[in-house]
């Protein structure tokens, strides 16, 4: 027994020849907000259905509130719980009015009591004023809203959103993704919300759980997410990165375009890593004498993504603010900006200190 809202203990699931889900193990606080993010196919949405009890595992345990609700002996059906869940197509019932959808997980209070909840998560997602709408009078966005009601009103333990926003269009969704995390906040609600759009997790989350074939790679704050991922996959897929061949030696590290940082603690070490380099850490200056080439300039509006060659044949790239723009071809020296602490890898892994013998 802890203090967690949602623990997966060891969670497995297999399809067949597939495993969705690999020995999953997470704790999530009360009133965390956890992103889960990941290529197509990597257990997302599976995660979400053991959670919610749609589906069973095939081993570990899941316990909400500190109850158990699904190990090897126990198994609680989703509406025992406690559970809401908000999905991309919203799945209003049609045929009733919105007060009525949303009193759909209400039935065991009184009907005074029903009317003042179904009141009060109206407002709290801003519609009160359309209570005796149908779905079918209602934009997407304010769909997704009433969805977002109709899960919170019966106060569960953990509500779970599968791409929420991903029917809907870029406007609205910023708006209708500030919309729901503010609700979320506001009922202090511990809550999955699964995405596929990399500044969504990063922004929203409290953390950020990345996941590859059935594997958590890392669950961490947005921040160290980014700035120090602890896998080669995350590093690649939460942002671009560039990855070059580096040597550690006397607690310096030096790579093809020369000395990148210091690296405190790895004053004995000798070793080959590889450092992981984002483009906005990597600086560019025009040197005729370089033999390092800009070979693809791409324009995003405020920046000029600058893909360059260099000597060895190996490709990094560039962000340069929008008045800077090298014309492919343009010889170029090639250093990164000061300060910078980036990632080191031995194989796929991150390592944090010299590696023992
Ligand atoms: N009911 C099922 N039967 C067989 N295989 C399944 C079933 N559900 C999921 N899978 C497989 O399990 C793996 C994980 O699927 P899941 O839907 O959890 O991925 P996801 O990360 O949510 O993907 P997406 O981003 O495309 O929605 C996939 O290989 C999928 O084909």
């Known amino acids: 027994m802890n203090g967690d809202a949602l623990v997966l203990d060891d969670v497995s699931k297999r399809y067949g020849a597939v495993t969705a889900a690999r020995d999953l193990s997470l704790s999530v606080a009360p009133g965390e907000l956890l992103t889960l993010i990941g290529p197509s196919g990597c257990g997302k949405s599976t995660t979400l259905r053991l959670v919610a009890g749609l589906d069973r595992p095939d081993a570990g345990a899941i316990r909400i509130d500190g109850e158990t609700v699904a190990d090897r002996r126990t198994w609680r059906p989703p509406e025992r719980r406690r559970v809401g869940l908000v999905f991309q197509d919203h799945a209003l019932f049609p045929h009733l ?5 949303v009193a759909f997980g209400l039935a065991r209070l009184s009907r005074a009591e029903q009317q003042r909840r179904i009141g009060e998560v109206l407002e709290l997602v801003r519609l009160g004023h359309l209570a005796k709408r149908y779905p ?3 934009s997407g966005g304010e769909q997704q809203r009433v969805a977002l009601a109709r899960a919170l009103a019966p106060r569960p333990a953990v509500v779970l959103l599968d791409e929420p926003f991903s029917s809907l269009d870029e406007t609205l969704r910023a ?7 503010a609700a979320l906040r506001e009922t202090k609600t511990t809550a999955m919300l699964v995405t596929h759009d990399q ?9 950020v759980v990345v996941m590859c074939a059935g594997l958590i790679e890392q669950a961490d704050t947005p921040q160290r997410v980014f700035e120090s991922p602890a896998t080669r996959f995350v590093a690649s897929f939460m942002g671009d990165a560039d990855f070059l061949p580096a040597q550690v030696h006397h ?5 093809e375009i020369g000395v990148v940082s210091t690296v405190p603690g790895w004053a004995d070490a000798d070793v080959d890593v590889d450092v992981v380099l984002r483009p906005h850490e990597v600086a560019l200056r025009p040197d005729p004498g370089s033999d390092a080439r800009v070979v693809d300039v791409d324009y995003h509006g405020a920046f000029v993504l600058h893909t360059v060659r260099l000597g060895s044949g190996r490709t990094l790239r560039s962000w340069q603010t929008h008045a800077v723009r090298y014309p492919i071809g343009t010889p170029v020296a090639v250093s ?3 300060g910078i602490s980036p990632t080191l890898l031995v194989g796929d892994h ?3 200190a010299p590696p023992t013998r």
């Open 97 to 101: 009015s919105v007060a009525r959808n």
């Open 136 to 138: 079918h009078e209602l």
């Open 336 to 338: 990164v900006v000061p």
């Open 251 to 255: 607690a310096l590290l030096t790579c």
């Open 199 to 207: 500044t969504e997790a990063l922004s929203t989350g409290d953390r």
């Open 350 to 352: 991150a390592v944090a």
């Open 175 to 181: 708006q209708v993704r500030a919309d729901t995390v």
